[in-house]
């Protein structure tokens, strides 16, 4: 495995593994590597010849109240982890090589609609941050198929939005939420949890599971079970951002007549803000 910071080096690299005719696979990361960073690895090594693993904290993307500055930067261990997932190429780029003229220059990408709501409601210019870097990825690496995480549920639907309407020759690709054994959805921020807290987090999973049996067993009342759901978070000792059953494809609040629906919620445990989601068919 190879580790390159350059956008030369890496278009060098890949331009001979195109010469071979092999396929190449890209998997966008902020570093601080967990289970399941990994298992999108394994995913896309599945449908490609080379797995490119980026690994880039982007500012565009956090707000002037986030955690920039102290989110944790593991490569050495990274490193470790990917080379031992079977992971071909690390792209592991400095916010100078990515925003050369710095970000008030930085054209931008904006997804309308599927970016609203949710988590872009929460966290204003969040998605425009992350469409902007994951279509400056798939122009670097020009993979043939990307693997992102479908714990992160909206900004999957936003990239899909975006390799459509672009028209990108690339194969967007969902990978499952791998948990803890409790539930909780593997995430780097769980790091920043105490010990209480962590033993607290997973009635993030089992309100999840709650309310989606109640959905299959088919209550349509969407707005009482979203408020219970909100109790129970309360009830927890968990702050909710947001408890919300949406359209699964259009992320807009269900109607009684969806069939594909999505439970999305976000909370905050002490500081930490814990996302979760959970799909369910009717």
Not at 96 to 122: F, M, N, R, W
Not at 175 to 187: C, F, I, M, W
């Amino acid at each position: 495995m190879r580790t390159v910071n350059s956008l030369r080096e890496l278009r060098t690299i890949l331009r001979g593994y195109r010469r071979e005719g092999k396929t190449i696979g890209l998997v966008p990361t902020m570093g601080n590597l967990h289970e399941g960073h990994v298992s999108l690895v394994r995913k896309a090594s599945e449908a490609a010849d080379v797995v490119v693993t980026s690994i880039f904290v982007n500012p565009m993307q956090f707000g002037a109240s986030e955690d920039l500055d102290t989110y944790p930067r593991t490569l050495e261990e990274d490193q470790r982890q990917l080379e031992a997932a079977g992971n071909t190429l690390v792209f592991a780029p400095g916010v100078e090589e990515i925003y050369p003229q710095g970000l008030v220059q930085q054209t931008k990408v904006v997804v309308p609609e599927v970016s609203d709501g949710h988590c872009g409601a929460s966290r204003p210019g969040h998605f425009d941050g992350v469409a902007t870097v994951v279509t400056m990825l798939l122009n670097m690496v020009q993979p043939d198929i990307a693997v992102f995480g479908e714990k992160d549920f909206q900004q999957l639907a936003v990239i899909r939005k975006l390799v459509r309407d672009l028209m990108l020759p690339v194969q967007v690709i969902g990978a499952p939420t791998v948990r803890e054994r409790d539930g909780l959805a593997k995430s780097s921020r769980n790091g920043y949890l105490s010990k209480s807290e962590r033993a607290m987090a997973p009635v993030v999973y089992r309100t999840l599971q709650d309310s989606a049996r109640k959905l299959g067993e088919g209550r349509k009342d969407f707005g009482t079970l979203e408020r219970e759901a909100i109790e129970s978070l309360a009830a927890g000792g968990l702050r909710p951002d947001y408890f919300n059953i949406v359209n699964s494809e259009t992320l807009k609040p269900a109607s009684t007549d969806d069939t594909e629906l999505t439970i999305l919620v976000a909370a905050f445990l002490g500081t930490t803000r814990l996302i979760d989601n959970l799909s369910v068919t009717r």
